[in-house]
């Protein structure tokens, strides 16, 4: 099993001081894992410098107990001073960890001898209390907190423990963690409902802005119910396993999960005593297949409304390391995205929605909806236009959407909460989102094109499906141009008288439209869609190459039995 080192510290004393080393190793707790030498250094046949020596690389810092408890005779006056191995070891960690990150502790007022070679070790001076031990070493443990925090690890970053060793991540493996730990974090309350994130978190999503460092949400029963861009990028291989489900199943996949669930049954320990903090913070490790070994610095805050009450959760995760320049790259990319479809949202309804070939173009994608059909996914459903065509037949809908926006702008169209809902979700992972639930039709208008990975969208679609299913997409393709699609906009509504009141909204049309053209419109040709759809288990029905101005092609699709 992987685990997350902090700084190590080596505590060395003599028998008669071992009280004072054990009381540092607990006062250093928190921010150290403390080791004093009676604690397995020193093997049964072990000659003590051939262990010390060995040892002495595995730490980070090392903190000798000098008490005076011997005498010697220097230059004909008796003098108190340590023993020798502590002298002899306070020289070997110094020589290995350096000044700076070797200390001796020594009792205020203790006129002890200490070599000059030595001299120019740190001192921290404690005054000995012997009926309050942990009270005298709280300023000495306080002077070494700050020394580790000032140097911590010797190569500058937290360490996995066999990092080579892989990492489970079977779904039995991930169940049986969950289940250990099922009373110990107070686990007992259902799954998230899908809408919980508008419900629960939109609601307070300000006070936690975070854009680019990777930040998730969790409900009032810990529920993780949604996430920032750059957590879903960076989390991208597992969050589909996660989202809606206790945050137990992110921190089952974390690389230091034994440290993570140790720190949440403390956690849980101070909530059942009354005492809920308003803010937590621990470190973090994972082991992504693109990022390499991830570290962060994980800062919980709660999260409350206007009320008062409590909400849920932000939980900013602050990169400590990773392979920041692919991360940088990709997360630039994705964010491009996000803004686009955000900056879309404000002009997409007043340009298009009376642009009649858009019009006849939800018809036609959507007519393969028989009206038997009770239950469909809009899956990329924009600001609900064609959601709101089908909705107009008494149908019932569950919008799918990834952008905050779009949803924000297809909210405020008030459709019927008893026929409609919406989930945020991308449509690379609806398989795992729905994983108890089918539809008996899906349409994607004009959302293939723009997906990180088409086919996985389409298998997924077809794993939501109920058999019989039907699927009526549109999108983009290789062979298209889209300048004849934005000329007709613009001729209709100039035709219409529109314009004036629209320019400044069409502009942004036009131009978003040709940076999607230059930049991902094309990357797949019209028959290679068609085999898409057909690898993902659907027969094609249906098919025009061009259609909407010639800027889109149409499918109509059915499972295959």
Known sequence: MTELKKPTMFIGSTVEALAIAREIQEGLDYVCRGRCWDQGIFGPSEFSL?????HAEEFDFAVLVLSADDVVNSRGENQRAPRDNIVFELGLFTGVLGRERTFMLCERGDKVKIPSDLAGVTPITFEKDEDNLTASLGAACHQLIKAIKKHGSRDAKYQIANADAPTSSSETDIDRLVEEHYEITGMNAPKAGLDSWHKTIVPVLRQSTYYTTPTYYLNGDLNIVGWNIAFELLFEEIAHHILYRHVNYFIARLANQDDVFAHAKQFSERVRAGDLPFNDDELLVYRSNRYGIAHFHKVATQLHGIDGERRGWAAALFVKSLN????????????????????????????????????KLLADVTSIV???????????????????????????????????????????????????????????????????????????????Y???????????????????????LSTTHADISLTPLLDGIESHLKDTGQMDAVASEYSLIREINEDIERRIAKRTSSSEYLEMVSEAGFVVVKSDEFTYDGAVMLIHARLRN
């Not at 996985?456 to 109920?466: A, E, Q, S, T």
């Open 50 to 54: 051939q262990a010390l020596t060995e």
């Open 324 to 359: 920041w320049d692919v991360f940088q790259s990709d997360l630039r990319e994705r964010i491009w995205q996000d803004k686009l479809w955000g900056v879309y949202a404000t002009a997409y309804d007043k340009v298009l929605k009376g642009y009649p070939p858009y019009q």
């Open 370 to 448: 028989g009206d038997n059909c009770s239950s469909v996914v809009d899956i990329g459903a924009g600001t609900g236009n064609s959601t709101e065509v089908l909705l107009e037949r008494n149908i019932r809908v569950t919008s799918v959407e990834s952008s905050a926006e779009m949803i924000d702008r297809m909210r405020s169209k008030g459709f019927d909460p008893n026929m409609h809902r919406i989930v945020k979700a991308r449509a690379e992972y609806l398989a795992d989102v729905f994983q108890e639930e089918k539809f008996d039709a899906a349409v994607l208008v004009n959302v293939l």
């Open 450 to 472: 723009s997906s990180q990975d088409p086919f996985k969208c389409l298998c997924n679609v077809r794993d939501i499906l109920r058999p019989g299913g039907v699927i009526g």
